[in-house]
């Protein structure tokens, strides 16, 4: 039975600590597995997503070891760890990798075909990359257009647009490369292919995209520059291991911010969550509204950490805070403009919801890489959200939607879309009647262990 029955909730209060942050996981196992010597990942997020970069990199012939941590309190009764995780990863250096003998499965994460692309152009022998019914829909061709730019043989599905992919690499040479869209995804597969690249490859970004790989991989000795949209890597430089530790996801994090804000009598403390300016777009957006947010004990954890006690050449390099959310407050209306996008993109489904309870109209525009994610997620919101009684008016590039209004119960469908579920089972607590949400194991991509850490903080 892959659905949940959720009701109006009284109250939404208590302290969480959200799983590891996805994006930041990914880079962690590519960027150590391509190092040379042993790094120790701690807080690595287990979810299905990230499970399909380290098992991509283990059929690339990298040695990872999981520690599985049991969680507490634990997140299933009976269950086996919880979403944290602690790895040993054993790189191969930027040469080691070797042929895969199959091929290799991303799952349903954009995130690992699109990086482990530009690890392969790089790499000179034979791969085919695959994924689930979702990620064989979604676009390739802004990765594979600059890669064959800088020398890769590689082929798709429908005229080199969808997986699967093949590819083979060998030599690469730097190219300069302005990105059509803004997408971290593209960004990093051209900078990890720019590491095998002879000269200085050069990306310039449309608008600023998360810079987690930029921040990352000088911390493993590659040779980066930043001067804002422009980035540059040279080539050749080999990588070494360094412990890495994840902080918590913002993207997870968002749907419990949001819960505090619509649920009446609601208070929540977020703890240890990664506040990347490229990430918090949403905050932003709902501090416009009027909502009730403020973040405390804002820190470079690597300072002051009792991690780095035992780990010394800990790398964090990502801002963190603790995020405490008090609702009560009347939102208003917003209007979101195209560069506002990348930095809550993946935000846009539960700040839907947060439209639906302010007052005005909001409009949400420049929107249109939301329709080629894991689902089309601008229809998904339109679809579902109207099913509960909502005015939404759908456009190419976004939408409309019309709030303070009341939300009924009815059956949500998911389109096998994490975010898409998390997002409903929240406009389902302030919903009236019952809400049955499908297509729930969905969560399961980001963020296992959702539902129970949702009942934990509600009635
Ligand atoms: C991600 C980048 C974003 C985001 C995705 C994760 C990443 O995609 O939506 O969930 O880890 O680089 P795009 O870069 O394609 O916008």
Known sequence: MDRIELTKARWFKGEISPPPDKSISHRAVFFSSLS???SNIKNFLRAEDTMSTLNAFRKLGVEIQEIVIPPSPPLVKGGKGGFSGELIVHGKGLYGLKEPF???NCGN???TIRLIAGVLSGNPFFSVLTGDESLRQRPMARVITPLRQMGAEIMARAGDKYPPVAIKGGRLHAIKYTMPVASA????AILLAGLYAEGETEVIEPFQSRDHTERMLPALGAEITVEGLHIKIKGGTELRGTDI???GDFSSAAFFIVAALLVPDSEILIKNVGVNPTRTGLLEVLKQMG?????TNIRDISLNSPLITHHSSLFVGEPVADIYCKGGKELNAVQITKEKIPSLIDEFP????AATQATGITTIRGAEELRVKESDRIKAMATELRKMGIEIEEFEDGLSIKGKCGLKGTIIESYGDHRIAMAMSIAALIADGTTTINGISSVNISFPGFFEILMRLTE
């Open 36 to 38: 040379k010597g042993k």
């Open 102 to 104: 199959d091929v290799i």
């Open 109 to 111: 994460s954009g995130t």
């Open 185 to 188: 995804q593209v960004k990093s």
């Open 245 to 247: 530790y994840v902080p």
């Open 291 to 295: 909502a009730n947010i403020e973040l």
């Open 350 to 353: 539960i700040l839907c919801v």
